[in-house]
């Protein structure tokens, strides 16, 4: 099979984790945009779109979130598989009229999440699985005929809609990305040091599991959307 062509929409601030991550992670024909920067595809000519976590908000003023959603409006209409990550996923659910709101809350660490129903993007993920989360924003409300696909106690932790597909966890995060990410976090003494022993040998292998949702998601973007209307 040919490489799958993805444009890696990279709102991350230049965060070489970030970059790193998903090279190393997406098995594709990755081409990065930087898009913090204004930078965005000239077109759609590409067979599927990532759009990265970042430390913005997606209800902020940054002046580069308009023209980001404008282009997630294109490829949407374009019926291009879409995955947001994190604020990709914010982005993508409000994109596609769904509510995104600030939690009052933090939730950081290794968290277990529940699978709901049966997902093409996390098919072979275990039911109850580990993934780190990193956020205070959530997706409150979603998307019109949009189908959850993962949760836990705190949040949407991932849906679907069509060819659009958005987790809130961090499938991409090695531990070397996540202490420095739990560090650069404003927490309570104690509250940081409560993640970081929980960066364990044992946390980052269980987590590996979800890492499985990008090849399933370059399947997706190389096969077209699954005839069965069961399968989310």
Known sequence: MESVRVALLNASYNDAATRKNFHRDVDAD???FTVNDGELPGGYDYDAAIVS????????????IPPLLEWVDGAVER????????????LLARALGGEVRDMGEYEIGYREIDRVGESELLAGVPERF?????????????????DLIAENDYSVQGF????????????????????TVTRDRDLAADHEQAVLESISVENVAAAYEAKSLFDNFLSHAADGAPDDPNIR
């Not at 976590?53 to 580069?64: H, I, L, Q, R």
């Not at 580990?130 to 949009?146: G, M, N, Q, Y």
């Open 30 to 32: 990755l081409r990065e």
């Open 53 to 64: 976590g970042s430390g913005a908000s997606v209800y902020g003023d940054e002046p580069w």
């Open 130 to 146: 580990l993934a780190f989360t990193t956020h205070s924003d959530e997706v409150a409300r979603l998307p019109p005929d949009a």
């Open 160 to 179: 679907r809609r069509g060819r659009v597909f958005g987790v809130q966890f961090h499938p991409e995060y090695d531990a070397e990305t996540a202490e």
């Open 79 to 90: 019926d291009l598989p879409l995955l947001g990550v994190c604020f990709g996923h914010q």
